[in-house]
């Protein structure tokens, strides 16, 4: 069981907008910056969006990320069939003193 | 660019020890910290501890302590993991990530491809 939970699985059509949420805690997300890992399928996983809502050069401007409270969310407009990936949220838990991930959400584009 | 490549696939025995190592090019190799990441089939993401490439000191995840020794060797811009005590549960894909940001605004990049390391 991940301390930050994600739903499992996503699915929109083609040019459709998605969200992925990520509910923590107070001890985690309630405190800490909240990041966004993208991995496609057999390989590592890649940053996709840091310290809540920033994108790194490269990532293109179809992934936002947003946070409130003790949660956080990953949208991403213009779906497309490149998209398809499973997504995971990270940050720190001072509870737990490490760094926690979410459950993964699987996003398949219809 | 920045660059993280690991070593090759390992299979172990029960109880037995593994070491992967992690070589860094394309940055200043003590500048930044060093995390590892594993990933059991089918599972999510584990974080397993970091290293201070700086000054070597190293911490560890709470489920893994003393279990789990995070090294590193500056004049082969390296960073090894080894894990004790293997059982099956530690079969999984194992990652190091390089730690970018600053205090209490870090972030895991990049990665490097995986190391799968099977306990048989």
């Known amino acids: 069981q991940s301390v930050l939970t994600q739903p499992p699985s996503a699915s929109g059509t083609p040019g459709q907008r998605v969200t992925i949420s990520c509910s923590g805690s107070?001890?985690?997300?309630?405190?800490?910056?909240v990041n966004w890992y993208q991995q496609l399928p057999g390989t590592a996983p890649k940053l996709l969006i840091y310290?809540?809502?920033q994108r790194p050069s490269g990532v293109p401007d179809r992934f936002s990320g947003s946070k409130s409270g003790t949660s956080a969310s990953l949208a991403i407009s213009g779906l497309q069939s490149e998209d398809e990936a499973d997504y995971y949220c990270?940050?720190?838990?001072?509870?737990?003193?490490?760094?926690?991930f979410g459950g993964g959400t699987k996003l398949t584009v219809l | 660019q920045v660059r993280l490549v690991q070593s090759g696939a390992e299979v172990k025995k029960p109880g037995a020890s593994v070491k992967v190592s992690c070589k860094a090019s394309?940055?200043?190799?003590?500048?930044?910290?060093m995390h590892w990441v594993r990933q059991a089939p089918g599972h999510s993401l584990e974080w397993m501890g970091w290293?201070?490439?700086?000054?070597?000191?190293?911490k560890y995840a709470q489920g893994l302590q003393g279990r789990v020794s995070i090294t590193r060797d500056t004049s082969a811009n390296t960073v090894y993991m080894e894990m004790s005590r293997l059982t099956y549960e530690d079969t999984a894909m194992y990652y190091c990530?390089?730690?970018?940001?600053?205090?209490?605004?870090?972030?895991?990049?990049?990665w490097g491809q995986g190391t799968l390391v099977i306990v048989s």
């Open positions: 394309g940055y200043t190799f003590r500048t930044s910290a």
């Open positions: 990530a390089r730690e970018q940001g600053s205090t209490w605004h870090e972030w895991f990049d990049p």
């Open positions: 290293i201070n490439l700086f000054n070597g000191n190293s």
């Open positions: 107070g001890s985690n997300i309630g405190r800490n910056i």
């Open positions: 310290t809540d809502s």
């Open positions: 990270a940050t720190w838990d001072d509870s737990l003193n490490g760094w926690v």
